[in-house]
């Protein structure tokens, strides 16, 4: 029996548990050894004065903060005999609380009376820690559902909601009006109000197939989104099975693939990205046994060595751990990791190295490995574990971060920039290679009792001194960034000036550890910028000297600068023009160009602007006084090195004498013109009338001759008769003369060839632009499009166009009014008709006005509209003329579509 009994008590302390006994009270009488042992204390341990043991026992080992709900929980089992089953933190003897999970139940007499309790108590330290970093992860994961950029959904077997992530739900808020009125809207519902209505039929189809046979499904549908706008979207839809194999739930998630082979590349660059993160976690795992022989590498520590079994190893008369290292360790490395690992296999210490291993390939990369033993109830090594994380890219890393430090250095040392560094109070630290060469002094060279201001005295020009002393003390104090221009002493004694510029370093809690500065040498750049000023200045001075009005506009034509000449001339600043709700180069024009000229100026204005091209026009320009005077506006762009418009540079000349000396000109040389067509009408009648004379008057004496011999007794009708042959013989030499004069002046057709009228017209308007600009005359031209070509002579259409033109000028002279001469061009049956209309005071004498040498003028000719009617007429042509309604003349002209000649 006493052997029975020391085989239930070895039994009872050899179970991996907590084993105790409570009397019916709760007070404790037996605790196995392994709780004694995690204690540290026994039954006999928990007596105190004034003291239950179970009261002891709680204050000595549960954790302060689970003793209260153990000690109900405890009270209300003994009080109702219940089941006693919950989880607190137990102290172990070294003073670490460990959770356990204890249950006891009572054991009961024949009577079913309670006899005792018997307890058993499991460590779930390791369970509990893991369940907390599971639910750690459960929320990372649910944030992770979250952030991503997909909108995810769950829902039941039959296709009830059950989950949308945080972007499904932001979006329907978005879309949906009084979406949280909406409680747990089902999928039919949504698929309503987001779905286009084109695709929602098809995709709630696919869905109801989805539900119903549990197959896997993807849809592409229009998805509105904010603002009413749609989206294409991929669902893609599977569904969640159990053990059975039952659709336990449906899960989706929706993509935006509207840039589709976009989102497409970029999800398969993630799959992989995934797939890479998820298969390659960098750490290789070996178990060894307690003499340290490799027994386990995990696949990825296979795939690293290129190895498809551990066997592979193993060489006659050597151990696999040493054929292990001597083979996949470099060599360099090989010797100094077996010494190490051997000393912890001998010693039961840990061991930790950085050593280099050889990859399937061939290459040696540097690992981290660690090794740690595993060791049973008495202490013995069970085993070792051991793991290796690859660190060569680190390695890399570093050995390139030493090679950035070098680069660095050299750099600071090399750039042409002077680098010095002073502690928080301004001491001198550091000063590099670059400024001790400039100022010919290394750091100790400088009075350290003496501190900065010694420095400053030393290298700093005198006049400088305490501005510089006084900027850096203010930023020592207040932490503000440094930056002045000062003159700075270089080695060969001459003082440049320099411009300094310092910052703080600060540490994690904000306090300046360092003041790093940097100076730079820009006294050619100060010397430059004064030339440059004093350039400037004279460019300047010339500029307002100049006798020429100067403008400087922006690229989109709105005036910057003014010269004095041209505010003068307009009699007000250009700040003026600010504020009147107009742009300036609106303004400008409105208020001083003449209203005869604004439509042109403003249309050659708009077309540089928008073209490039450079611009000239004269026009009248509204001096300060209220008169108008003639200038000549030049415009030309300044582009930088990208052709780039940056401005436009503008002159404008007082050319008013000079139009009125032109003008002058013109009709001193019409006045010439004129006296020359009298003078030569005046020779040619006399020529004329030599030649016609004396045909006649040989004809007037043969008359008389022939009279005398017809009236003779008797008649001499033979001399008579020899008379009359005279008078036709001389009459026809009269006819002949008559002939050759027409002959000389007859047109020919040979000249003419198939031309566009319209071409014609424009060249007419370009000949009396300038006069038309000068005698304040508008000419609007209207030239029906598509119109047939005309057989004509150029030339003379030409001269009949300009002649009916300046007639339609000449009538407007004493109109005070707009002067509009308007040219009309059109298609009337066969022929093209053109009609020439003015404003002017009408046709006095409209049956007289085509005859030659009739004129209506104080100093015409009277020919010009009897050679225009010749012309048109040789045309095939007709030119008359009728009156406008209310005031002026329109003459009109046609030409027939084939030309016909005049007998």
Known sequence: SRDRERELSQLVDMVPSHVWRLAPDGEPIFFNKRMVDFLGLDVADTIKPGMSRMTAMIEAGVHPDDRVAFSDTL?????????????????????????????????????????????????????????????????????????????????????????????????????????????????????????????????????????????????????????????????????????????????????DIDDEVRAQEALRDRERELSQLVNMVPVHIRRLTPKGEPTFFNKRLLDFFGLNDLAQLDKPDMSRLAAAITTLVHPEDAARLLETVRHSFATGEPYSMKYRMRHADGAYRWVDGRGEPVRDQSGAIMQWYAISIDIDDEMRAQEALRDRERQLQQLIDTVPVQIWCVTPGGDPAYINKTMMDYIGLKLDDFDADGGLPSAIQTIVHPEDRAPLLQALTHSFSTGEPFELKFRNRRWDGSYRWTEG?????????????????????????????????????????????????????????????????????????????????????????????????????????????????????????????????????????????????????????????????????????????????????????????????????????????????????????????????????????????????????????????????????????????EEAARRRVRMDIDVESDLPLVALDRVHIQQVLVNLIRNGMDAMDAVTGDRVLEVRVRRIGDVVQTEISDRGAGIEFPDNIFEPFFTTKGNGMGMGLAICRSIVESHGGRLWAQKNEPQGATFVFTLPIEAKAAP
Request: hydrophobic content about 35%; charged content about 30%.
């Open 501 to 769: 510029h310092a910052e703080p370093l600060r540490d994690e809690s904000g306090r300046i550890i360092r003041w790093f500065g940097a100076n730079v040498d820009i006294d050619d750049f100060v010397t430059s910028q004064e030339a440059l000023q004093e350039r400037e200045r004279f460019l300047w001075q010339l500029v307002e000297t100049l006798p020429a009005m100067i403008d400087c506009a922006a690229p989109d034509g709105e005036p910057v600068y003014r010269s004095q000449q041209l505010r003068e001339f307009l009699g007000y600043e250009l700040e003026r023009l600010d504020g009147t709700g107009k742009s300036r180069l609106a303004g400008t024009l409105d208020a001083g160009v003449h209203p005869d000229d604004l439509a042109g100026v403003k249309g050659g204005y708009a077309h540089s602007l928008s073209t490039g091209e450079p611009y000239a026009r004269r026009h009248r320009l509204r001096r300060f006084d209220g008169e108008y005077r003639w200038v000549e506006t030049r415009a030309a762009p300044m582009r930088n090195t990208e052709g780039t418009i940056v401005q436009w540079n503008v002159i404008c000349l007082d050319v008013e004498n000079e139009v009125r000396a032109e003008e002058e000109l013109r009709l001193a040389q019409e006045s010439l013109a004129r006296a020359s067509q009298a003078a030569s009408l005046a020779e040619l009648s006399a020529s004329i009338a030599h030649e016609v004379n004396q045909p006649l008057a040989a004809v007037v004496a043969n008359s008389h001759a022939c009279q005398r011999w017809l009236m003779a007794e008797p008649p001499n009708l033979e001399r008579a008769q020899k008379t009359v042959e005279r008078i036709i013989r001389d009459a026809n030499a009269a006819a002949d003369v008559v002939s050759r004069i027409r002959a000389l002046f007859k047109q020919s057709g040979e000249a003419r060839s198939s031309t566009a009228l319209s071409g014609v017209i424009a060249e007419a308007r370009n000949l009396m632009a």
């Open 75 to 255: 009270r209300h089992c003994l009080a109702t005999g219940e089941v006693l089953a919950m989880r607190y933190r137990l102290r172990r003897q070294d003073g670490v609380y460990r959770w356990m999970s204890s249950r006891a139940e009572p054991m009961r007499d024949q009577d079913g009376r309670l006899v005792q309790w018997y307890g058993l108590c499991h460590d779930i330290d390791d369970q509990m820690h893991a369940e907390e970093a599971l639910r750690r992860s459960e929320r990372q994961l649910q944030e992770t559902i979250d952030a991503v950029p997909v909108r995810i959904w769950s829902a039941k077997p039959t296709g009830g909601p059950v989950y949308f992530n945080k972007r499904y739900q932001d979006h329907f808020r978005s879309v949906i009006a009084d979406f949280e009125a909406l409680g747990e809207p089902r999928i039919e519902q949504l698929l309503q109000e987001l779905i286009h209505p084109e695709d929602a039929p098809e995709v709630q189809n696919t869905l109801r197939n989805c539900f119903e046979t549990g197959g896997i499904s993807t849809m592409r549908f229009r998805w509105r989104e904010q603002h009413g706008a749609y989206r294409w979207a991929e669902c893609r839809v599977e569904p969640r099975r159990n053990e059975d194999g039952e659709v336990a739930e449906w899960y989706g998630v929706s993509l």
